[in-house]
């Protein structure tokens, strides 16, 4: 086996660990999940797409890797007023409807039918607040926050994927060098899934759990879709999204929130470079799994790690994280002239965070950008036929 199936999956791993597990630890919290909580909760996302990339991969011949959903854990990060156990309700429910998009296709059609730049605006709505608080912590704690700017913007002309990673190891190096962290007991807790029994509350069901479902779908399981299609291979649509379907609705009772396929990701093990053997290339599913394992064991000790950073530049990292999904659904959002009103409508709604009879934000911005749509179709049918 080449040397190069390993060393793709390993940084692939690594940067989809690295990159985004800030806003994961963001989200942990927004919820109120204790240490215990948290440390399930990573557990079982990394065991999800450790078990759905091998399944997947070994059971169609095509080089499967699975992410945990960036937008859906700055979804989650994002929500106000929901505990745990609510939240874990809202997992389970987009779990579920993810493996029944799979299963059954009017439900799949009914998504397709929302328009991208609606589903872009809400996106979008559910990440900026995340970027815009980067300049505040750059000025709250300049010293350790401008060095990992700097170091983000020269990684990412060479490499963009490794950036926010190297803005990781300058955060954390200043941090303990300049005294702004203290080292924790490097221990190796051994990690331990905590079942935690969900809450059904309709309001978290409607404002999280749906909104979840839907970014999930629109901004991390179709470009996956589409990335194996660029790479030559055929994606298995139904399988992978029963797969993922099945493992979030599991995971989502260990607290971990969904697991989909990988975009960016993906591309690092695709490529011919990984293996010169199209048709061997998907064993890299199965090495990218088995790192992903041992990222899972691992990870008590690195949530020490970052749990000793200062705020600030968890804040950061989370922000730089987030410019790029932030770039793409703004792109999606504003690609359509007939459609950009309605998007920013579904924009605003979604980033003002205001809950109305307890159901989120992100799922208001949907249905007023919705029906805003719907009126201006509306009444340009009704123009046009004089």
């Keep these: 086996m080449p040397a190069s199936l390993f060393s793709a999956a390993l940084v692939a791993a690594l940067v989809g660990y690295g990159s985004t597990i800030a806003l994961v630890l963001s989200a942990a919290a927004a919820v109120g999940a204790s240490p215990g909580q948290t440390a399930s909760w990573v557990l079982a996302i ?6 759905g990339s091998a399944i997947l991969s070994i059971r169609h011949r095509v080089p499967v890797v699975l992410a945990w959903s960036t937008p859906g854990a700055a979804l989650v990060a994002a929500t106000e007023g929901v505990d745990i156990a609510s939240a874990v309700g809202a997992f389970v429910l987009a779990g579920g409807l993810i493996a029944l998009t799979g299963a059954l296709r009017p439900l799949g059609r009914a998504v397709a039918m929302i328009p991208d730049g609606i589903a872009g605006g809400m996106l979008a709505g559910v990440l900026l607040p995340f970027c815009l608080a980067g300049p505040g912590a750059a ?11 700097l170091v983000f913007a020269l990684v990412r002309l060479a490499n963009p994927a490794m950036a926010v990673l190297a803005a990781l190891a300058v955060g954390l190096g200043l941090a303990f060098a300049l005294g702004e962290a203290a080292p924790p007991a490097l221990s190796l807790p051994l990690p331990r899934l905590e ?6 509350d309709p309001g978290v069901l409607i404002g999280l759990g749906l909104p979840l479902y839907l970014v999930t779908m629109a901004s991390q399981n179709l470009p996956g879709f589409a990335t194996m299609r660029a790479a030559g291979f055929e994606p298995p649509v139904r399988s992978a999204l029963g797969v993922t379907g099945a493992l979030s609705a599991l995971s989502g009772l260990f607290g971990a929130h969904t697991t989909s396929m990988a975009a960016i990701t993906a591309a690092i093990c695709m490529g011919p470079d990984v293996h010169p053997d199209r048709e061997s290339r998907w064993k890299v599913g199965v090495v990218y799994a088995a790192i992903w394992v041992g990222l899972g064991l691992f990870s008590p000790l690195i949530l020490e ?9 968890m ?5 730089l994280a987030l410019l790029g999904p932030l770039t793409g659904a703004l792109a999606t959002a504003f690609a359509r002239p007939e459609a950009r009103f309605a998007a920013t409508l579904t924009l605003v709604v979604t980033a003002s965070g205001v809950a109305v009879f307890g159901v989120g934000a992100a799922f208001w911005g949907l249905v007023w950008g919705i029906a805003f749509h719907a009126l201006e179709r509306g009444w340009a049918t009704a123009r046009a036929r004089g």
């Design 46 to 51: 990394c065991l999800a797409k450790a078990a």
């Design 139 to 149: 000025q709250a704690a300049p010293l350790l926050v401008l060095p990992m700017i």
């Design 305 to 313: 790690l970052l749990a000793a950073l200062p705020p600030g530049v």
């Design 315 to 319: 804040a950061a990292l989370v922000a």
């Design 195 to 200: 079942f935690i029994a969900p809450t059904w």
